[in-house]
């Protein structure tokens, strides 16, 4: 298959599959993807303090 055969499949492919899309759907994907976001800013941040608090308490050598 040549360049602009794969072009023009991955194209309609795209086109069709943007008509298919309705306004609702894009906006609960934005919606999705801001919550996900959040979340996964707000665990990362939970670890990190989690981890600084292991590893003080490793290194003053006191249980809990």
């Known amino acids: 298959m040549d360049n602009s055969t794969r072009a023009g499949t991955a194209g309609g492919t795209f ?35 989690i981890l600084s608090w292991i590893k003080k308490e490793r290194r003053d050598g006191t249980p809990g």
Do not use: R, Y
Not at 35 to 42: E, K, Q
């Open 15 to 49: 086109l069709a599959f943007i008509a298919n899309l309705g306004k609702d759907d894009i906006l609960k994907t934005m919606v999705l993807t801001m919550i996900g976001a959040v979340v996964s800013f707000v665990v990362s941040i939970v670890l990190q303090c």
